[in-house]
């Protein structure tokens, strides 16, 4: 569904260009939450609400851990829609968990897109040994 990296700028008003390309498959509303890694991560309204069920049927009241994951991924959520120039305003507490400033970088993961800081991109996004990537994919049973 979504693939592909985009680089922006967010203004200091916290408003944010959602590339075209992505921008046509996300929809009218969609979801910005925090993500791993240190990144956020968009959903469009449908891979939104599974995810959503299957965080909800949890067993938070007796699992300290799901209650974690229902609240790091839950209560940090923003609801989105593009003005007519194609901008979301990505909320002050969510620019905090990403470290967003200036340049982000938009990368499309299939199901999701991930929404990084330019900076914490490049230290994620460091592909220096091949051959744990390789074998990574040997692990979850992914070979060429």
């Known amino acids: 569904m979504f693939e592909g990296m985009h680089s922006h700028n967010i203004d200091p008003k916290g408003r944010l260009i959602v590339p075209v390309k992505f921008r046509e498959k996300l929809g009218d509303e969609f979801f910005v939450t925090a993500g791993l890694d240190g990144c956020l991560i968009i959903y469009a309204q449908k891979e939104w609400k599974a995810f959503e069920e ?3 049927a949890l ?8 209650r974690k994951l229902q609240r790091f991924f839950l209560a940090n959520a923003a609801r989105c ?3 007519k120039q194609g901008r979301i305003i990505v909320p ?22 991930e929404l990084w800081s330019r ?4 230290e994620a996004g460091t592909y220096e040994d091949i051959n744990q990537i390789a074998s990574s994919m040997a692990d979850l049973g992914i070979s060429l």
Do not use: Y
């Open 54 to 56: 299957k965080l909800s």
């Open 59 to 66: 067993p938070a009241m007796t699992n300290p851990a799901a």
């Open 81 to 83: 829609e593009c003005d």
């Open 92 to 113: 002050q507490h969510l620019r905090e968990l990403g470290g967003i400033e200036n340049e982000v970088v938009f990368t499309g993961l299939g199901s999701r897109i």
């Open 119 to 122: 900076s914490r991109w490049l």
